[in-house]
């Protein structure tokens, strides 16, 4: 019996997951999406050529591997569509390497404009949505309402989709949102229903919808390995992060077993992948934030722009007592550093080793994160000052690089076992 590994990322999302999983993927038979929908944007690259994944998990690429979609996930089948014709255009095959769960619970156009209704009431308290319709999506499956895509497959879907619009067309009105003259993605509600309607169909005759928590679990008690491949970050957690200014699902390693239908008991290893600095896109707190040149500097170095929405990423120093959070909530085992090389010209560094609120200092992130001015307090750290994107052993690292790594891991107790030094997939250090 074999046991499912994890890998999530340890702060607000973005912290360059897909490209890890895609490097690990050969040592998996299974990659397995366990939450979080299309508000996710994975990014892989090889062969020169760039490819951004949203609801299919990232061993997409590597033929022999399985990549399921499970019940946790919700789907948007006009996304899932444009997914699956990119991923043929590139020569993939997923009709024979992608499975999803029957139980998986499906974002209607309705959800989408519902999203934007919801964040327009919000006005400056905004969460900063992607506007998948990932909130209200989860909200009904919560109230016990939802569609699932195996839904589909009966012959009440028909009804049971048109009673959910109506309740949502009711909401909307309400919010006196004019879903008449609104647009999805640059297309009316009418012409955004039909296309997912036909995308539904398509997706039906090509990919297998599957009860996989029993296919999981079979594969476990056969010795297959499977990797989870987390959405978001521990950070925007429903329950951990910093409320409300989160996402609508739990992203840490919890979530693993409901969102795939395994025990806790069946939990391996935890990869917990950390950039080198904090990124976040969206509103809420962020105590290492840096509104001026230094975080430009990193935005640009590191073309922090969201995958998924395009806005730019707020970026910051890295985030100690955040890290060591998202650390013990996810039970990590293992460490993976991205991006290190954004930070190649830079002479000295800090890190937020600690935090001061009302004037106490503080070594965890507190209940009042979004309620109460957060002072981060800073360690100086000195830069190694050269370029690190084409080193391929550990060996060849600059001293005081291998000094930052050295910093973390006494920081946070965990041994770093992969070095991401540039986005392509030749650009890993594994130690
Ligand atoms: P994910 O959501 O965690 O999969 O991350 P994203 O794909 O949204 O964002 C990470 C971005 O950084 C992508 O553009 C990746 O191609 C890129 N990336 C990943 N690892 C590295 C790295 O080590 N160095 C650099 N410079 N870019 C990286
Ligand atoms: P990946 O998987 C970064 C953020 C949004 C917003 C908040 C709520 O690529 O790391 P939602 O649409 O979920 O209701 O938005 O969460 N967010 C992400 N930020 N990376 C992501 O996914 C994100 N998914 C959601 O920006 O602040
Ligand atoms: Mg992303």
């Known amino acids: 019996m074999t046991k499912v590994d994890v890998l999530l990322g340890l702060q607000w999302g973005d912290e360059g997951k897909g490209k890890i999983v895609d490097v690990l993927s050969g040592n998996y038979d299974i990659i397995a999406r366990f939450q979080g929908g299309p508000n996710a944007g994975h990014t892989l690259e090889f062969d020169g050529k760039k490819h951004v994944l949203h609801q299919i998990p990232s061993g997409i690429f590597h033929p022999k591997t399985i990549n399921l979609i499970g019940n946790g996930v919700i789907i948007d089948a006009n996304i899932l569509r444009k997914e699956l014709d990119a991923l043929i255009a590139r020569g993939a095959k997923p009709s024979e390497n992608l499975l999803i769960s029957k139980k998986a619970h499906l974002i209607i156009p309705t959800h989408r404009m519902l999203d934007a209704a919801y964040e327009n009431s919000k006005g400056d308290k905004k969460i900063g949505s992607t506007l998948k319709g990932i909130g209200p999506t989860y909200t009904d499956k919560i109230a016990r309402v939802g569609l699932r ?14 009673s959910l619009k109506d309740s949502h067309l009711r909401l909307l009105e309400a ?17 955004y229903e039909k296309l997912w309607l036909t995308a539904i169909e398509s997706i039906k005759k090509e990919i297998t919808f599957v009860d996989s928590e029993q296919f999981i679990n079979k594969q476990l008690a056969e ?6 491949e987390g959405a978001q970050g521990s950070l925007l957690d429903i329950d951990f992060g910093s ?3 989160v996402t609508s699902s739990n992203t840490t390693t919890a979530a693993v077993c409901t969102g795939l239908g395994i025990s806790p008991a069946k939990v391996g290893k935890v990869f917990g992948v950390f950039k080198a600095y904090c990124t976040r896109v969206g509103s809420g707190p962020f105590p290492s934030e840096l509104e001026n040149a230094v975080g430009q500097k990193l935005r640009d170095n590191g073309h922090e722009y969201g995958s998924t929405t395009g806005r730019p990423r707020r970026c910051g120093w890295i985030d100690i007592p955040a890290l ?8 990590v085992s293992d460490l993976i550093i991205t991006k290190a090389d954004v930070m190649d010209n830079f002479d000295e560094l800090m890190a937020c080793t600690s935090y001061k609120i009302d004037g106490v200092e503080i070594d965890y992130m507190p209940f009042e994160i979004a309620t109460k001015e957060i002072i981060p307090q800073l360690t100086r750290v000195k830069g190694w000052h050269s370029d690190i994107s084409n080193i391929k052993n550990y060996a060849e690292l600059p001293k005081d690089f291998i000094n930052y790594l050295n910093y973390i891991e006494s920081l946070t107790n965990l041994p770093i076992s992969i070095i991401s030094t540039g986005p392509d997939r030749k650009q890993t250090i594994i130690r």
Not at 324 to 330: E, F, H, Q, V
């Open 149 to 162: 895509i195996g839904d589909t497959m009966d012959s009440s879907f028909e009804d049971k989709y048109q």
């Open 175 to 191: 919010y006196n949102f004019d879903y008449r003259t609104a647009s999805i993605d640059g297309i009316s509600l009418e012409e």
């Open 223 to 228: 010795n297959k390995r499977v990797l989870a």
């Open 243 to 245: 409320y409300p200014f």
């Open 324 to 331: 060591n959070y998202a650390i013990m909530l996810d039970g």
